[in-house]
């Protein structure tokens, strides 16, 4: 079992920056690709951005491209996700998911929620104007 747990939402202006944390329990997290999905209200949930395991490749949604950072520290079983320039769409609940061990991410299966074994609650992000 794997508990994944979120942090670092929050309440910020459009422009602003803020950097999610997803903290994993367990021993498996460096053999898992780790993703983050977001879900605003009355939408479905979508891809935001995923990393395999060591952290050497990375996949992003085509609108999160160049305003989202996705990193990981595997020594700290951390997931991370930066988030510049939030604009009022930005808002969701967004929530950390990992994959199955030893299964490398790639690019047909990473943005799929079917790929992922384990979820988090998710944490909050509200952009106002």
């Known amino acids: 079992q794997v508990q994944l747990v979120e942090s670092g939402g929050g309440l910020v202006q459009a422009g602003d920056s803020l950097r999610l944390s997803c903290a994993a329990s367990?021993?498996?997290?460096?053999?898992?690709?780790m993703g983050w999905f977001r879900q605003a209200p009355g939408k479905e949930r979508e891809f935001v951005a995923a990393?395999?395991?060591?952290?050497?490749?990375?996949y992003y949604a085509d609108s999160m491209k160049g305003r989202f950072t996705i990193s990981r520290d595997n020594a700290r079983n951390t997931c991370y996700l930066q988030m510049n320039s939030l604009l009022l769409e930005d808002t969701a609940v967004y929530s950390c998911?990992?994959?199955?061990?030893?299964?490398?991410?790639?690019?047909?299966?990473?943005?799929?929620?079917?790929?992922?074994?384990?979820w988090g609650q998710g944490t909050q992000v509200t952009v106002s104007s």
């Open positions: 990393i395999n395991w060591r952290g050497g490749t990375t």
């Open positions: 998911a990992a994959g199955p061990t030893s299964i490398a991410a790639q690019s047909q299966t990473v943005g799929t929620i079917p790929f992922y074994v384990y």
């Open positions: 367990g021993r498996t997290f460096s053999s898992r690709a």
